[in-house]
């Protein structure tokens, strides 16, 4: 595609600019809507994450002391 990476360095530009907000709008218009209708989900696989993540360190920590 021509003019590809300008136009990504422009975007990355406007999110990156104090002044244009453009993290905030990009959030408040995408992101939040989003968030807020699955924030039920998102919050119960992090929940699920975490307890896969400890049983996973604890299970290597087990495996590394009987070495």
Request: aromatic share 20%; glycine share 2%; net charge positive.
């Amino acid at each position: 595609m021509p003019m590809y990476s300008e136009a990504m360095v422009v975007f990355f530009l406007y999110l990156w600019y104090p002044k244009t907000r453009g993290t905030i709008y990009i959030y408040e218009t995408f992101f939040r809507p989003y968030e807020a209708s699955h924030e039920t989900e998102i919050y119960r696989n992090l929940l699920v994450l975490k307890v896969r993540a400890g049983d996973m360190i604890f299970l290597y920590c087990k495996k590394a002391s009987l070495c």
